[in-house]
């Protein structure tokens, strides 16, 4: 082993040691209560894939808080409250590998969420047709998640909200829970993002009109087409009409009696008056040389 491969081994050894405490101390801080959130983070990923695997950790953190201090919080039962949202993220971090999670929107998720539950609740309510109480507190926590986002994360399109509150729920949710939660969102969505709903809905609106003309344009076209072939074909048609062609013409049958023919004896008889003609015309010449010769004498 060379001098340079064991520096480098030495080298890793060391930043993992280095990353360890600074997890631990990290976990022991937020286990004091000092929430130490940075969503400038720059050792973890920041990519898209990186956002909707933090949103699937803060699922789990919110609904392990639904079911114990919110609920203990709202049964009047205070003394039981003992798993605050910067505990189970800490549990979270130390049990679990989050270095392809965005780890500073997993903790803003999981500080702010909680501190604003009831302004998100009564937000929710507004557009539910039951008591948010009888809501599954798997659809809760999505619900919460998504009313955070549309009101605070304004950078995130109201699209892209929805559709990873329907990506969470294939993921955790109910078969049918995507209904309300897909609608509760919509609803909300007009009232927290009208001007980019009001401009989504006019983009689609131009799409459609010109999806329409290019239809409405292709279809006359075709119909320009197919008179246009249509006027071709009946002119050919015509022209094949009032041309005679070979099919037209009278067909001679072998045993139409009214057609004359040459036959074999018709043809030598024809030779044989041939050959007469042409001895008659030599003998006048003989008989015609024999008569001048007699008038010289």
């Known amino acids: 082993m060379t001098d340079q491969l064991k520096h480098a081994i030495s080298a890793a050894k060391t930043a993992q040691a280095n990353d360890k405490q600074a997890e631990a101390t990290r976990i022991a801080s937020s286990s004091a209560g000092e929430q130490t959130f940075d969503m400038s983070e720059s050792s973890y990923k920041t990519s898209h894939t990186a956002i909707r695997k933090a949103r699937r950790f803060a699922m789990q953190g919110l609904y392990e808080w639904l079911v114990t201090d919110r609920r203990f919080d709202k049964d009047g039962k205070l003394g039981w409250k003992d798993n605050a949202p910067h505990d189970i993220a800490a549990r979270t971090r ?22 604003q539950i009831e302004a998100l609740d009564s937000l929710i309510s507004q557009h539910l047709d039951r008591d948010i109480d009888k809501l599954d507190t798997v659809e809760h926590a999505i619900l919460l998640i998504g009313a955070y986002e549309l009101q605070n994360r304004l950078e995130i399109p109201y699209k892209v909200v929805l559709d990873e509150a329907m990506k969470l729920n294939n993921h955790f949710g109910a078969t049918d829970a995507h209904k309300l939660i897909n609608a509760v969102l919509d609803r909300m969505a007009v009232e927290l993002r009208a001007v980019e709903v009001e401009a989504d ?36 048609e015509s022209a094949t009409e009032d041309k005679p062609t070979a099919s037209n013409k009278p067909r001679i049958s072998a045993n139409n009696a009214s057609v004359k023919r040459n036959s074999a004896s018709k043809a030598m008889a024809n030779i044989s008056e041939f050959k007469a003609s042409k001895k008659a015309v030599t003998t006048d010449s003989t008989d015609t040389n024999s008569s001048d010769a007699e008038s010289k004498d």
């Open 94 to 115: 130390a049990t679990n590998a989050m270095h392809t999670v965005h780890i500073g929107y997993y903790h803003e998720m999981m500080r702010d969420i909680p501190e």
């Open 201 to 236: 809905s006019k983009a689609n609106l131009r799409t459609s009109q010109k999806a329409a003309t290019q239809s409405t344009t292709k279809q006359a076209e075709a119909q320009s087409t197919a008179n246009a072939e249509k006027a071709i074909e009946t002119a050919t």
